[in-house]
T-cell receptor, first 112, second 116 residues
Framework: LAKTTQPISMDSYEGQEVNITCSHNNIATNDYITWYQQFPSQGPRFIIQGYKTKVTNEVASLFIPADRKSSTLSLPRVSLSDTAVYYCLVGEITGTASKLTFGTGTRLQVTL | EPEVTQTPSHQVTQMGQEVILRCVPISNHLYFYWYRQILGQKVEFLVSFYNNEISEKSEIFDDQFSVERPDGSNFTLKIRSTKLEDSAMYFC??????????????FGPGTRLTVT
């Protein structure tokens, strides 16, 4: 699995857009980029996954530049309930059971 | 929306005792996992399970650990002789055939294991 680097923590005010960038310089050709969210005392929750360019769902957008050495998770208009730890994971999807390797993530604190 | 459930939510046990953590994965899922998270630390992979056998296990998953799918719905993690360092939150997860080409796993709420 490619090593990922993301900020330890970020702060935001409610209503702002938050962009969390993840660096993965040694990403391999077959690797996908996946983001998870974890609230305190809960299991991680899948947010979004992409391979290149831009992916958007009802929760977030994922921007991946052409060289794929980094990616940015964008959360539009965050609320207090978006306070959580966000994890960037990079790895090959083999089509079988995929082991998830979590780093320390980015702790996002949203305040009024 | 279907969800993964886990019981108990909190288990307190004495060192050396056996514990069984139970999980009910999403019904049409094929792949099952256990992860753990020691307080304040990373989520760590323990084991994956498919077609009634272990697909992959981590270094943490030593001979003290075992997994079983005793029937069509439950998936269990057994720790034979608990140690203080086994105290952690244990998460069960599952993923389905529809998410084979995906890292989308559905996690349960966790069982907090406290070993005294």
């Amino acid at each position: 699995l490619a090593k990922t680097t993301q900020p330890i923590s970020m702060d935001s005010y409610e209503g702002q857009e938050v962009n969390i960038t993840c660096s993965h310089n040694n990403i391999a050709t077959n690797d996908y980029i996946t983001w998870y969210q974890q609230f305190p005392s809960q299991g991680p929750r899948f947010i979004i996954q992409g391979y290149k360019t831009k992916v958007t769902n009802e929760v977030a957008s994922l921007f991946i530049p052409a060289d794929r050495k980094s990616s940015t998770l964008s959360l539009p208009r965050v609320s207090l309930s978006d306070t959580a730890v966000y994890y960037c994971l990079v790895g090959e999807i083999t089509g079988t059971a995929s082991k998830l390797t979590f780093g320390t993530g980015t702790r996002l604190q949203v305040t009024l | 929306e279907p969800e993964v459930t886990q019981t108990p939510s909190h288990q307190v046990t004495q060192m050396g005792q056996e514990v069984i953590l139970r999980c009910v994965p999403i019904s049409n899922h094929l792949y099952f996992y256990w992860y753990r998270q020691i307080l304040g630390q990373k989520v760590e992979f323990l084991v994956s399970f498919y077609n009634n056998e272990i697909s992959e296990k981590s270094e943490i998953f030593d001979d003290q650990f075992s997994v079983e799918r005793p029937d069509g719905s439950n998936f269990t993690l057994k720790i034979r002789s608990t140690k203080l360092e086994d105290s952690a939150m244990y998460f069960c997860a599952s993923s389905g055939s529809g998410t084979v080409f995906s890292y989308e796993q559905y996690f349960g709420p966790g069982t907090r294991l406290t070993v005294t």
